[in-house]
């Protein structure tokens, strides 16, 4: 199954242990930012004594070995045929219960992707982790996934074309990548229709990266192609609340922050945080905080 990591901000265990670095200047170059390497982890190398950080995404396919992928304090079951995608800020690391971890690593750019990305309809909103936006607390830095056949079948071409070095090379891994990006996504849609966990985790997440926006639960349940009345049974079984109780609370809460921080106006403060209606927002915010606006700034402010 498909399954999100969520950051909460907060200080974790693996935030106290400094994490070793890889530089992409290590793996590829300006003029093919690229490379898939096979490669074979070891316990020794990897374990929960360690976090690791890079300035690359890297998708990792196992091929043989098991154990947990560790992102944060979190751990995540892989296997063979485990398909992970890591953003650069994810600090991650192995737990490996085998002799060895047998895995292909392609490690990227997200500019030697960019024009794939502009062609590519992603009804989950997937490939937002190559966005420039992906940067803030809540979103998924990290997807699994159990890979098909053909997903297999093309990373082995695609590592056999980069091992070969023959001519218009980069050009093949471009067009081979698009290809892995496009099944990547279709499978990824495919769990999503069947897998109420991946959507309620998708919802969190649309909800982290959309409250300050109109929003209507109609037209999210339109796109995901179910009723209504499911997206917000899946939420709330998944979630403990509802999507609209969450929805105000991610917006009270990113209006206290720009109270206690800036000098935006109380309008301007409104507007940023999804409303359209400043007696409204009155009203949502003091009920949340048992102060209005302008006497919670002055209260954090002194």
């Not at 796109?223 to 998944?238: A, G």
């Amino acid at each position: 199954d498909f399954i999100p990591d969520q950051t909460t901000g907060k200080i974790t265990m693996s935030q106290k242990i400094k994490p070793q670095f890889f530089h992409s200047r290590n793996f590829f170059s300006e003029d093919l930012p690229f490379a898939i390497f096979r490669t074979v982890d070891l316990p020794e190398d990897f374990n929960l004594s360690k976090r690791f950080l890079r300035d690359f995404w890297k998708i990792t396919l196992v091929i043989s070995g098991k154990g947990n992928l560790v992102a944060g304090d979190k751990k995540y079951p892989v296997a063979k045929d485990s398909l992970m995608i890591i953003h650069p800020d994810t600090r991650s690391t192995w737990e490996i219960n085998s002799p060895g971890l047998q895995i292909f690593n392609i490690v990227f750019s997200r500019s030697f992707l960019t024009e794939t990305l502009n062609g590519i309809h992603d009804k989950y909103d997937f490939l937002q982790i190559f966005s420039d936006e992906y940067h803030q607390e809540l979103n998924m830095n990290l997807f699994l996934m159990n890979s098909n056949p053909q997903i297999k079948s093309l990373i082995r071409r695609i590592y056999e074309e980069y091992e070969n070095h023959q001519n218009n090379r980069g050009l093949f891994l471009k067009v081979y990548f698009a290809e892995l990006l496009l099944l990547i996504v279709r499978q990824s849609e495919q769990k999503g229709n069947r897998n109420p966990a991946w959507t309620a985790f998708y919802l969190r997440e649309y909800l982290c990266r959309h409250f300050r926006e109109d929003f209507s639960q109609r037209e999210l349940a339109e796109k995901l192609q179910i009723s209504p009345e499911r997206l917000c049974r899946i939420y709330r079984e998944f979630h403990g609340s509802s999507i609209m109780h969450d929805l105000q609370d991610l917006r009270m809460n990113h209006a206290a922050a720009l109270l206690k921080n800036g000098n935006l106006s109380i309008q301007e403060i409104c507007r940023s945080s999804g409303y359209r209606d400043l007696r409204l927002f009155y009203k949502a915010f003091t009920k949340k905080f048992s102060v209005p606006p302008s006497k919670f700034r002055s209260m954090v402010k002194n």
